[in-house]
């Protein structure tokens, strides 16, 4: 492809990615990775502004308190697991019917797909304060069903510990749904139309069609979302942050959640540095895992 | 360009001569898997049920007079709009949040187009490296980050400045834009641009006339992703905006919320006005969101 063509002068070619590359590098490692070797320093150091007389090297002493020294972490750390598998599992299987729907011939499709898509721009602030609303035992959906029979007033599902998980789920679902069902459609349309074809000339249904086409035609796309959507719904608190604020009684604090806690509120900036090392570690490890498992762009037989 | 329109388009279209003249319809006709009309309208109906009420729910509260339990938004009333916009100060928050989201489309938009460009047309050392950089960063959570990030903008001295939300979001935003910039860079035929340098165009003189046009759709996908993250991004704004006329609208928002007395007509018209811009940057990109992916950025 670059043998003969007059290509404009060689020797600067060669410094240009470099100098293309430059912004975007410099930008990641002032303000991902310096960050990421300075959190790794932190987590060997024992390092509180309110009491800076502790100050100083820790060893591993903030990790032994992690694993051995802390049902917080391990509470958080379960919650997080869950509301991962739960929210992708629901997301994933509802994003895929959704796609499937919208990707056929009917009337109005413009407008559904525009419709149903809709709350992916929607930030989780304000996917809280429209669910707040909603779940509001005054003037929320829960009266207006009391005031029709059925259910009972002032039920509130964000404070009662047997509901919220399943109330935060919802609301997440309203949001979550969309980001899977577009990236499945733009993934269908790239299914060549003379594979059904051929299949229906060979008398396939369109069960067959789809477990035998389409299904093995989005592997990838699926797993790819699937695990950017997994890293995603466990590091975003945004939701979970506003809408239950980690409550009640510590029910829906996540890894990052607590984290920010200890950080933040807590000034245990050495003992949140460690517990961000660990989340990250694990995060690493099931990604690794899940891509493994998954045979990700291996050859589809 | 009308080249490369051309070879795409010849893929989607069956070979000629064994199909009739009338493609566009026959093509339509092909999505259509003999599914009853019903099997499609009842679910989606249902779903769209499920979508559409929490939006109506906050349309209606925002609208209707305080104390009113109507579930139709009439008579409305215009003033919760003006109670958080003025007394809550939703304006100067809107006015933050534009800024942001403005500046972070632009630097994202141009940082990724040049590490984008780079990646797609040039081997080098290191790029490997880089592109493991890229991947491995979608694994960093930014609200872990939160602490260091404030350290370093404290040491910067751009700890209440808007220029400290700008650089995360847009540092956040880099590596799927870069991914999908370059992905979409790799679907220009090279052919292309070496037609330009042939007729004395310059690299970047031929990348301008050749290359942009093909790719306005995949930047208009990747820039509005940049402002619609950041139009919603809520710790950083939280974390390193201190003083209130610095802060942005999901800020604002979680005041409200946070509020000891929740007011419910004027949370929900500030929520409102933190949905407008995004509803109508989705309204206007949300074609081009999945052809702007369907364009080789899942497959990468």
Redesign the interface.
């Known amino acids: 492809m670059a043998i003969a063509v007059a290509k404009p002068s060689r020797r600067r070619d060669r410094r240009l990615p470099y100098l293309l590359i430059a912004p975007a590098a410099l930008l990641m490692l002032g303000f991902i990775a310096y960050p990421m070797i300075s959190v790794l320093y932190y987590s060997l150091q024992d390092y509180n502004v309110t009491k800076p007389w502790r100050n100083g090297f820790a060893g591993f002493s903030n990790f032994t308190r992690i694993f051995t020294d802390d049902p917080l972490f391990w509470q958080s750390l379960a919650f997080s697991a869950r509301w991962v598998v739960v929210e992708v599992g629901l997301q994933l299987a509802l994003g895929l019917v959704l796609a499937l729907l919208v990707n056929q011939t009917f009337i109005g499709r413009g407008i559904a797909r525009a419709l149903v898509f809709s709350p992916w721009a929607v930030s989780g602030v304000l996917t809280t304060t429209i669910w707040m609303l909603l779940y509001n035992p005054s003037t929320g959906f829960s009266r207006y069903l009391a005031d029709a029979g059925i259910g009972t007033y002032g039920t509130s599902v964000l404070s009662d510990t047997g509901t919220v998980f399943w109330a935060a789920v919802l609301a997440e679902l309203w949001r979550g749904v969309p980001f899977f069902a577009i990236l499945i459609l733009a993934d269908l349309q790239s299914i060549p139309k003379e594979l059904y074809e051929a299949a229906s000339v060979d008398g396939a249904n369109r069960y067959r069609k789809l477990l035998h086409i389409t299904l093995p035609h989005l592997r990838d796309a699926i797993v790819l979302s699937t695990l950017l959507r997994g890293v995603w719904e466990f590091n975003n608190v945004d939701l979970l942050y506003t809408l239950t604020g980690g409550g009640p009684a510590g029910q829906t604090t996540t890894l990052p959640l607590y984290v920010a806690n200890t950080g933040v509120d807590g000034h245990d900036f050495g003992y949140a540095s460690a517990l961000t090392t660990v989340a990250f570690v694990i995060l690493l490890f099931c990604s690794i895992l899940y891509l493994r498992l998954s045979k990700f762009g291996g050859d589809r037989t | 360009m009308t080249a490369a329109l051309a070879e795409k388009g010849i893929r989607a279209v069956?070979p000629a001569g064994i199909t009739p003249p009338r493609t566009a319809r026959r093509?339509?006709?092909?999505?259509?898997?003999?599914?009853p009309?019903w099997q499609?309208?009842l679910?989606?109906g249902l779903?769209?049920l499920?979508?559409?009420?929490?939006?109506y729910?906050?349309l209606l509260?925002a609208v209707r007079p305080a104390g009113s339990?109507s579930?139709v938004p009439w008579p409305a009333t215009g003033e919760h709009f003006a109670k958080v916009w003025n007394e809550r100060s939703f304006g100067m928050y809107f006015q933050n949040s534009m800024l942001v989201g403005v500046a972070t489309l632009i630097t994202t938009t141009v940082?990724?187009l040049?590490?984008g460009?780079?990646?797609a047309r040039?081997r080098?050392r290191?790029?490997s490296a880089?592109m493991l950089?890229?991947l491995?960063?979608?694994?960093?959570?930014?609200?872990?980050?939160?602490?260091?990030?404030f350290?370093?903008f404290r040491n910067l001295q751009l700890i209440n400045s808007l220029w400290s939300v700008i650089?995360?979001e847009?540092?956040?935003q880099?590596?799927l834009s870069?991914i999908l910039i370059s992905g979409f860079i790799k679907n220009v035929p090279?052919?292309l641009e070496?037609a330009a340098?042939?007729d004395g165009c310059?690299?970047f003189r031929g990348f301008c006339a050749v290359v942009l046009p093909v790719l306005r759709p995949g930047l208009i996908a990747v820039g509005s992703f940049a402002f619609?993250h950041s139009?919603?991004?809520?710790?950083f704004a939280l974390?390193f905006l201190s003083s209130q006329d610095k802060q942005t609208i999901?800020v604002g928002?979680?005041t409200?919320?946070g509020a000891d007395s929740?007011d419910?007509g004027a949370?929900?018209a500030?929520?409102v006005v933190?949905?407008v811009p995004?509803?109508i940057?989705?309204?206007f990109i949300?074609k081009w969101?999945?052809?702007?992916?369907?364009a080789g950025?899942?497959?990468g």
Not at chain 2, 27 to 35: H, Q, S, Y
């Open positions: 069956p093509r339509r006709r092909a999505v259509d898997d003999g599914t009309r499609i309208y679910p989606l779903y769209l499920f979508t559409l009420v929490p939006f729910w906050m509260f339990t579930l940082v990724a040049c590490g460009y780079a990646l040039f080098f290191g790029k880089f950089g890229l491995c960063s979608q694994f960093i959570p930014g609200a872990l980050m939160l602490v260091p990030l350290e370093i650089i995360a847009t540092v956040f880099l590596p870069i090279m052919a070496e340098w042939v310059s690299r619609v139009w919603n991004h809520f710790l974390m999901p928002l979680n409200l919320i929740v419910l949370l929900a500030g929520g933190a949905a995004v509803v940057v989705f309204a949300q969101l999945i052809t702007g992916f369907s950025a899942v497959k």
